[in-house]
Every structure is written in structure tokens, then in C-alpha cells.
């Protein structure tokens, strides 16, 4: 028989650092007794390693109890950084980020299947010297492909506004997410390490009613995107279709948007469409004239565009 090598370890292993089993691993940090605010919602186990804060999350701190009546209140943590730990599993409907420091990776998410709510964005640094007030810390981190078999979102929604370009953390390409059929609301604004084509990521999202891209390097056309959701069974529709001059790689017809599409609407039929802002209008050649003449008489400038 051969030699063997036997090591003894200790019982259990303290280190907060450690991800839980069944659980995300988040650090959360409060520099300045401001909150640090989420948001998530069912009846979850979380727990906190060191939290003294005050609010809603004390009675949570150092426990496994499970809150049944978390629907929108806030979380606040003293001066401090924590270890906070969040159940995953059939439970885990929603989760929404949207003020102070988090520090996770998305790759923690790539087995939340039951998630339908998912949101984060970019946040004040309260410590900012007062000669950049809009530097922005930002935690959240990983390859949104991570997020490809969340089939059961509905809503998902990122915003890194004012974040400088090499502090973007969260990164890739969004036809990994061509699968999630189930979304109505979609929003990556400010997510300049985004790519892919819009077509190709977006053409099976048939449920969208709201869709926000702006400021990365997405590409594709609108027109080309409408022909692949009548395609997939929806020959008419609309949904907001907001801020796609801040992406110049998303046109319609060919032609850029002009940043007078700021807030617009994307409406279609099963032979035209067209993109109506405030003062303006794109549309596609076969665009009815009784539609051109609406616009107009609304005080409208309309822009057709030599495209079906």
C-alpha cells in the first residue's frame, strides 16, 4: 500500500469572505452615514456579518430569519463595510440596487432563475473632492452573458450615467441575452462597454414596452429590428424607445438619430414604422400619407426614409 498524507482541519472555517452556500455574496460600504439602499422582494433569508446599523436592517443582522414584508423600504448601515448575504432559490423574485456602494459580480446571478426584477446602477461618491463631484465608485462587476438563462426577467435594468470609461466593470455583448423572450422592460443606458447588434439581441423580445439604449457601441437598424419582432409573431405594436441619439451606431434606415429623439416612441405596423418624438419624425417609405399629414398638422418635422 501506498503512502497516504492526512491533513486535520478545524471544524468549521470564520471567514466572512467566504460565499454561503445558497447564498449571494455581497460587500456594501457606507463611507459617510449615508444609506446604502436595496431592495428586494419575497420571503428571503439575509443576513449581515458585523452590521451595528440602524432601520430595517438590524433586526436581520447576524440571523437567518426569514422577512416575509420587504417590499420596497430601505436598507441602512452605519459608517462601516459588511458582508451581506442574500438566499437565492425559487424565493428570489427581485433585487434592486439603487443607492450607495455594492461590490458583487453578476456571475453570482447565473443560476437565479427565478429572478423577474433585476436592477443596479452607478452612485455618488460622497468622499469626491469637490473638483469632481460626479465621480462615481462603482462594485458591480462581470460579463452580462452570466445573465443569458434568467429566462423569467421581466424587468432588467442598468445605468452607469457620468461613470468614466475605464471604471466600467460590467462588460459585453448583448446577444448573449437574445433568449430572455420575457422581458418588458430593458434598460442599458450609459454602458459604454456594451456591443452587439440590436437585431440580433432584441429581434425574439417580442413582450418589450420599453427599451433604453444609450451611449455604448450597440449597433443595427430599427427598421431591421421591427422586421424580425413581426417575424416572431408581433406584425403591430409600440414601446418607448428612448435615447438612441447617444448610441450612433443604432439608426433607422440607414440615417443616424438626431439628439432631438431624446424620448420618442417607436410604433409599427405590418408594413411601416416609425419613431415620433416631441417635434420630429422617422419613418419608413411606406408610411401612410394620412399618417405623414397627422404628424405634420401636429406640428411635426417628418423625415422618410428610403427603406420598407
Not at 102 to 112: A, G, N, S, T, V
Amino acid at each position: 500500500m501506498g503512502n497516504c498524507l492526512v491533513t486535520k482541519l478545524k471544524a468549521s472555517v470564520n471567514n466572512p469572505d467566504l460565499p454561503k452556500l445558497g447564498y449571494l455574496l455581497a460587500k456594501m460600504k457606507n463611507t459617510s452615514g449615508n444609506y446604502v439602499d436595496f431592495t428586494y422582494k419575497g420571503a428571503i433569508r439575509v443576513f449581515i456579518d458585523g452590521d451595528n446599523g440602524s432601520g430595517h436592517i438590524k433586526n436581520l443582522a447576524g440571523t437567518t430569519s426569514r422577512d416575509n414584508n420587504r417590499d420596497n423600504s430601505f436598507q441602512k448601515f452605519s459608517v462601516g463595510e459588511y458582508n451581506v448575504n442574500i438566499e437565492k432559490g425559487s424565493l428570489f423574485k427581485a433585487f434592486y440596487h439603487s443607492t450607495g456602494y455594492m461590490d458583487i459580480d453578476l456571475e453570482q446571478f447565473k443560476y437565479c432563475t427565478s429572478l423577474e426584477e433585476l436592477s443596479f446602477g452607478s452612485h455618488p461618491d460622497p468622499n469626491a473632492p469637490s473638483s469632481k463631484p460626479n465621480q462615481r465608485e462603482y462594485f458591480w462587476k462581470g460579463d452580462i452573458a452570466n445573465l443569458a438563462n434568467l429566462t423569467n426577467l421581466k424587468i432588467l435594468k442598468w445605468d452607469c450615467k457620468d461613470m468614466p470609461y475605464e471604471n466600467h466593470k460590467v462588460y459585453g455583448n448583448i446577444e448573449s441575452l437574445s433568449n430572455l423572450t420575457n422581458l418588458q422592460e430593458l434598460s442599458i443606458a450609459e454602458m459604454k462597454t456594451f456591443s452587439g447588434d440590436i437585431v440580433k439581441a432584441f429581434g425574439k423580445m417580442v413582450k418589450l414596452t420599453d427599451l433604453r439604449i444609450a451611449n455604448n457601441a450597440c449597433t443595427g437598424d430599427t427598421i431591421d429590428l421591427v422586421a424580425a419582432w413581426r417575424s416572431n409573431g408581433k406584425t403591430t405594436g409600440e414601446l418607448d424607445w428612448n435615447y438612441m441619439f447617444a448610441s450612433p451606431g443604432i439608426t433607422f434606415g440607414g440615417n443616424k438619430f438626431g439628439n432631438e429623439f431624446g424620448v420618442a416612441k417607436l410604433y409599427w405596423e405590418s408594413d411601416w414604422c416609425a419613431v415620433v418624438a416631441s417635434a420630429y419624425v422617422k419613418c419608413s417609405k411606406n408610411t401612410p400619407s394620412s399618417k405623414i399629414t397627422e404628424w405634420q398638422n401636429a406640428g411635426k418635422s417628418v423625415e422618410v426614409v428610403d427603406k420598407a
